[in-house]
């Protein structure tokens, strides 16, 4: 199950990421070469960088990639970080119910009233439904980390470290050099 949400994450963050790239791209040489273009480039683009985000701060998650500002729990022993992060990703949990729950209503509601896409022919619901599945994907990384934080497999958020990555690139340099 795992597996199939890993692949399926990487999947759409690829796609969306491709086809936002090549459709901004058509649409510069169409505007600036032709002194024409698409009029739904932008909206479709705005809403695909809006499916990127959510999925993507899914994705950095579970990666690690995001920046964490983590001296204050640093400062107590193993089981308090492991406490502090689980108060966290339980408030994050709080957090993305709290979210899930106002965009079912509003999708609710934009759908009852019908409402569509202004340069596209989609309901906005369907548009808009990257609240719910951006933030069950965010729900379900955040458990995960919950329960390894829980069963003694993590002890806080896994946080980008590009001065850590820095040094060993150094030390590994450095290593080659001598080699040499």
Known sequence: ?????NRTEEAVICLLLVTT????????????GFNTGFMWSQELTLHMSAWFVLFGASYGIKAGSHIGVDAFVKLFPVTGQRILTGIACVLSLCYCGLVLYGSYIYLSKVKKIGITLEDLPIPAWIAHSMLIVGFVFLSIRISILFWDVITGRADGF???DEAKDSMEIVRELKGEEVKI
Do not use: K
């Open 21 to 32: 790239t090549l459709l901004v791209f058509v649409d510069v040489i169409m505007r600036f």
């Open 1 to 5: 199950m795992l597996r199939i949400l």
């Open 158 to 160: 896994r946080h980008a």
